[in-house]
């Protein structure tokens, strides 16, 4: 099982929606997505309340279960068509594991399964792409764009909440840019980072849709059916007997354009880049006339790094990044981790009391 520390947050987790407790009794469905003749986008009618029923029979096609057995466990997921070829987005938390021994299964939300193997993952993004064996008659996702959400928006995640294949939930866009730093927990054990030490860490979407264990990997859809994020990881309350509480209406997603971003890369030989800024940064203050405001405190510059070539130096008071504030190391650890590699991102700082901006070229991390 996962677990996560959501920044702002003051009480409890933030959990990882896989898990290993027993699996729910599933219960038969009327559900047959072969016979939906509704596809994503849904129109909806102007000035009329979303007509979810459209929404869920149009995307739950596209959303899969995927349970994870090893000799010793099973734990269960979500996942998410990418095309029809069989080739599924989940979170790499889900697939952890099938490397080693483990095997996959994917079940269509017509009940078709197949077994499936990794074609690649990214821990750093806690990000992975499955492909099915032998699956035809695929109905592919309809992918959106995260850039474009809205708080307030309408949403429904679909996923396999406890085993319960085809579950949909529906809520608002609760923030955007929401950093959330996630770690893994071995059964039993003690907390340990996610990718061998290094944490991932997302400019999250946040919703108050219900999220549960076993949602991780799906879909979280806008009123027209297209994904605009990846559900990864729930605050709760803290656990009281082994195991996750429930949903308490904070739910994370990965945003799409990220995800997508990533799948491509794992998609064309299996790994993913990462961009680099090359700072090590620690929380700050800064006063401005009477008031005082959070920064992000420029600690060190790594020499011939893109903040290097920036101008950057130690003492900086960074305070945005392309005009999006940050308030925290963590938020912009999370802004640059959102972008991708050669991208050209400002930076607003502080120094001496003056404010000016900064562009950085973002390259590649060298792998660990």
Known sequence: MAAVVAGGTTAGVVAATDDNQPVAATSSSSTDAGSSSVKAPVTQPAGQPVDWTKVAKAVEPSVVAISNRSQFSLSEGSGVILDDKGHVLTNNHVVAGASQGGHLTVTLNDGRSYQASIVGTDPSTDLAVIVMKGATNLTPATLGDSDAVQVGAPVMAVGNPLGLAGTVTTGIVSALDRPVTTST?????????????????????????????????????????????????????????????????????????????????????????????????????????????????????????PADAAGLKAGDAIIAVDGESVNSAESLVAQIRERAVGDTVKLTLVRDGKQLDVTAKLTARASQ
């Open 185 to 305: 927990e071995s059964e039993g054990g003690p907390a340990a980072l996610q990718g061998g030490g290094t944490p991932v860490v997302t400019n999250a979407i946040q919703t108050d849709a219900a999220v549960n264990p076993g949602n991780s990997g799906g879909a979280l859809v806008d009123a027209t059916g297209r994904v605009i994020g990846i559900p990864s990881s729930i605050a709760t309350l803290g656990q009281s007997s082994g195991g996750q509480s429930g949903s308490i209406g904070l739910g994370f997603s990965i945003p799409i354009n990220e995800a997508k971003s990533i799948a491509d890369q794992l998609l064309a030989d299996g790994s993913a880049e990462h961009p680099f800024l090359g700072i090590s940064l620690k929380d700050g203050q800064i006063t401005q006339g009477a008031a005082q405001r959070a920064a992000v405190t420029v600690v060190q510059v790594q020499p011939g790094s």
